[in-house]
T-cell receptor, first 113, second 116 residues
Framework: EPEVTQTPSHQVTQMGQEVILRCVPI?????FYWYRQILGQKVEFLVS????????KSEIFDDQFSVERPDGSNFTLKIRSTKLEDSAMYFC???????????FGQGTRLTVV | GQQVMQIPQYQHVQEGEDFTTYCNSS?????IQWYKQRPGGHPVFLIQ?????EVKKQKRLTFQFGEAKKNSSLHITATQTTDVGTYFC????????????????FGKGTHLIIQP
């Protein structure tokens, strides 16, 4: 069964460093998303991406964040200068189109120290 | 912006008892989706409701979408230990309907804890 894959599963970084979280969405899907979940809290929408551009972003997704789909298969989330409060589980998700379910990856646990 | 409220935050039940979680949106929804997240896992899609007043069943799970398309509920009959996890509702605002590019707005989830 096709699945969304994320790497790495766990990333530890020093405050102020840049991190890139990687995702490979399901191949025939058109809509891509990043969500984050601070430990024990709800899943929060960060950004959606369609047709090679951002289609929607939340207030969390400030200038420190960026997304790219560099080669037609990978979908990356970059945090330029990490803060302690960026520590969370980051989930990538993709949807085939329309009002369909979102398929989530296993997540990358980001720990900023 | 759109808010999705979900109650209760935690629910302890004895195995075999029923469980219900409720979801309310501040705005009319195009559709609502329900996800389950096991401890340490990722959200897994359960179901999507689209029509006003819609009711769907999956074995012991019953999902309802309100007439005004602003609220929803998930009811589990005779809980089992495999039902443990956090149940999230996630709404799609009506204004974005059909686009598919919108992000889901998740409720805070209801943590279901089952005592054997």
């Amino acid at each position: 069964e096709p699945e969304v894959t994320q790497t790495p599963s766990h990333q530890v970084t020093q405050m102020g460093q840049e991190v890139i979280l990687r995702c490979v969405p399901i191949s025939n899907h058109l809509y891509f998303y990043w969500y984050r979940q601070i430990l024990g809290q709800k899943v929060e929408f960060l950004v959606s991406f369609y047709n090679n551009e951002i289609s929607e972003k939340s207030e969390i997704f400030d200038d420190q964040f960026s997304v790219e789909r560099p080669d037609g298969s990978n979908f990356t989330l970059k945090i330029r200068s990490t803060k302690l409060e960026d520590s969370a589980m980051y989930f990538c998700a993709s949807r085939p189109g329309g009002e369909s379910e979102a398929f989530f990856g296993q997540g990358t646990r980001l720990t900023v120290v | 912006g759109q808010q999705v409220m979900q109650i209760p935050q935690y629910q302890h039940v004895q195995e075999g008892e029923d469980f219900t979680t409720y979801c309310n949106s501040s705005t009319t929804l195009s559709n609502i989706q329900w996800y389950k997240q096991r401890p340490g896992g990722h959200p897994v899609f359960l179901i999507q409701l689209v029509k006003s007043g819609e009711v769907k069943k999956q074995k012991r799970l019953t999902f309802q979408f309100g007439e005004a398309k602003k609220n929803s509920s998930l009811h589990i009959t005779a809980t089992q230990t495999t039902d443990v996890g956090t149940y999230f509702c996630a709404g799609v605002p009506h204004m974005y309907s059909g686009g598919g590019a919108d992000g889901l707005t998740f409720g805070k989830g209801t943590h279901l804890i089952i005592q054997p």
